[in-house]
């Protein structure tokens, strides 16, 4: 199970585009509001989630995904629920993945350190000792990282691609008619 969290102010593309890579590859994915059932983006889209904070269990979780987008991030970081599962993820060998400004959070908990990561331009300081790469995405070991939403489908790829296989994203994507 992924548990993609989504707080007032997330990005949608973000959000939405990895959420749709990942369940076309049959990746177990559940959207949580934790700011409430319904939540509201930074555009004014409201996604009912599938499930609520409370609701989360790390029985059987394989991984995190937080959106980025101002101030869906800040509210992220504030979330106990939500820093506790990445503490988790990452004290498990589970896949957190983090895209845009939410990186920040990642770095702002001591756990990108050593790390190659990249962020929306802007965020670079908030790393914490991460290696900058600039790049669209990023993988190290089980940590996935990306640009902005211009990135968000290539940002589910990389997840997906770390969940199943390369193959299976490649496929995904050509389905997708992205390449």
Avoid: W
Avoid at 10 to 29: G, N, P, S
Avoid at 87 to 98: E, G, L, R, S
Avoid at 146 to 160: N, R
């Amino acid at each position: 199970m992924f548990y993609l969290f989504l707080a007032e102010g997330f990005e949608e593309t973000e959000a939405l585009a990895a959420l749709d890579v990942m369940r076309r590859a049959k990746l177990d994915v559940k959207t949580v509001g934790v700011t409430g059932e319904c939540v509201t983006s930074s555009h004014g889209v409201c996604v009912k989630a599938d499930i609520t904070a409370d609701m989360v269990s790390f029985d059987n979780i394989e991984g995190v995904i937080l959106p980025g987008g101002m101030p869906g991030t800040l509210n992220l970081e504030k979330s106990k629920t939500v820093t506790d599962s990445v503490q988790y993820c990452y004290a498990n060998d589970k896949i957190v993945a983090a895209i845009c400004a939410a990186p920040s959070i990642l770095g702002h908990m001591g756990l990108l350190k050593g790390k190659k990561a990249t962020c929306f331009p802007g965020f670079e300081s908030e790393l914490d000792c991460a290696e900058y790469t600039a790049n669209h995405t990023e993988t190290d070991g089980k940590t996935v990282t990306a640009k902005g939403a211009g990135c968000a489908v290539e940002f589910g790829h990389a997840i997906v691609s770390l969940a199943l296989s390369k193959a299976e994203a490649d496929r995904v994507l050509g389905e997708m008619q992205c390449f």
